[in-house]
């Protein structure tokens, strides 16, 4: 979208995710502060400058009472973010349940929830309804703050109900619905017991993206073999009504991340990160804790290396930021117990009284001290198992203006990735 005339003004969008770009950490009793959320999405969206846009999501916090609703509105709406509140019971059906414990491992072909995962949660139909349920809720909050014109762009897994819900009560809504995650191929998404109503509500949106042509292809083909609707280069069509269905490669805000570079405090901190690792390579892994990140395998990987180059060990260093994400979830949890019993033992093995090969950070970095690290990084490690884009890897290549760092990008990121890398680095 390319607005033709500078003087007329921005169109309205209402961008609807499961969550705002800053999330709520209650400090007393009334009093709330704004952190800004982790995760692609929201790194991607930062970058919308063309809208006049307002965001509608989850503030990633129980608010029960009235008081305290009413006075994280107001604080979110200086940030032009309107709150929806889900309930206790709703947030662990919905978003842990459907949501993480299910959709998101089969989107990226880590099957269905065994036995035991299912039963941590309850059923699997009481998170599907808990999921629906969700849904129908934000497009309530929607359909309060819609104005005449206003397009509303509908994002990602949490919110594949919403397209549905939203044009049931106002067919004139101009709806988009974009995926941050890979679609699966059809005999995967096949394996959902919900997989029909699933694909049906998304093709009530007007416009359906993807990152990628082969995203794009496979939710076409799970339309054409579980609905058994026809495929056209444009879209899919349903009744006479097409929904028209592209890729639009996502990228970030790269001119926020050099323009940080200049900041004297960023200056700074590279000035610090220089000393404290000098004589020493800076290997850098930044992700959010999930299974599909591979930091375990990173990690084993990086120890293979330091068994097989003893003169390495005291010459490089691996400092891997897991930002703690979906601690509620089982699996989650495992996996953070498994990635701090890995690097435990190396730092056992290879450490020496002064240094530690790894530096195993559980917490996110402000955004200066980011850019700083990814600036003094000389090997950025993105070891994806699968992943729908990995901003982490355009973030770095932003911050090495002046270096010539590696990136190291998981083979699964090719077709994707780093299309999009040779952008950044023309500019
Ligand atoms: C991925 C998803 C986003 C999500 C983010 C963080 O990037 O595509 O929708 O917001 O992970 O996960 P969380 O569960 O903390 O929102």
């Known amino acids: 979208y390319e607005r033709q005339d500078q003087r007329l003004p921005k169109q309205r969008l209402l961008v609807v ?4 770009p800053v999330s709520a950490v209650r400090q ?40 305290g609703q009413e006075a994280l509105t107001k604080a979110l709406a200086e940030k032009k973010c309107i709150p929806v509140f889900l309930d206790e019971d709703t947030v662990h059906q919905y978003y842990n349940g459907y949501c993480n414990n299910i959709i998101w491992p089969l989107f990226h072909y880590l099957g269905l929830p065994q036995e035991d995962r299912l039963s941590t949660t309850r059923s ?3 998170q599907f309804d808990a999921y629906k349920k969700a849904n129908q809720m934000f497009a309530d909050v929607v359909h309060e703050h819609y104005e005449e014109g206003d397009v509303v762009w509908c994002h990602d897994y949490h919110l594949m109900f919403l397209p549905k819900c939203l044009k049931e009560k106002n067919s004139n809504i101009k709806v988009g619905w974009f995926l941050h995650t890979p ?32 995203y794009a292809r496979h939710f076409v083909s799970a339309c054409t073999r579980i609905l058994g609707l026809e495929g056209t280069p444009e879209g899919v069509e349903n009744q006479g009504k097409l929904t028209r269905v592209a890729a639009f490669p996502i990228g970030i805000d790269s001119d926020r991340f050099i323009r940080a570079l200049e900041l004297p405090q960023v200056q700074d901190h590279i000035k610090e990160l220089k000393e404290r690792f000098a004589g020493r390579k800076v290997m850098l892994g930044v992700d959010r804790l999930d299974m599909i990140k591979g930091i375990p395998q990173k990690i084993l990987a990086f120890e293979e290396f330091l068994e097989e ?43 020496t009284l002064t240094a ?68 950044i680095q023309k500019d």
């Open 17 to 20: 995710a499961n969550r705002l």
């Open 28 to 67: 007393g009793k009334d009093s709330w502060q704004l952190e800004i959320s982790v995760g692609g999405l929201v790194s991607a969206l930062l970058g919308l400058k063309e809208f006049d846009a307002r965001w509608i999501g989850w503030a990633g916090v129980n608010v029960p009472d009235e008081i």
């Open 124 to 126: 699997f139909q009481s």
């Open 183 to 214: 679609f699966p191929s059809s005999e995967i998404h096949r394996m959902l017991p919900s997989r029909r109503d699933l694909l049906e509500s998304v093709l009530a949106a007007d416009l359906v993206g993807f990152h990628t042509y082969d």
């Open 309 to 351: 180059n003893p003169e390495w060990r005291d010459k490089v260093v691996l400092l891997q930021i897991a930002v703690p994400t979906r601690t509620d979830v089982p699996e989650y949890q495992k996996l953070s117990s498994q990635v701090h019993e890995i690097v435990g033992r190396i730092n056992g093995r290879f450490g």
């Open 356 to 423: 530690v090969p790894i530096h195993h950070l559980d917490r996110s970095l402000d955004f200066h001290a980011l850019c700083a690290l990814y600036a003094v990084t000389d090997v950025a490690l993105i070891t994806s198992l699968r992943d729908g884009m990995n901003l982490v890897s355009y973030e770095f290549v932003a911050c090495q203006a002046s270096k010539k760092g590696v990136l190291i990008l998981s083979e699964v990121l090719k077709l994707s990735n780093a299309f999009e890398i040779m952008f």
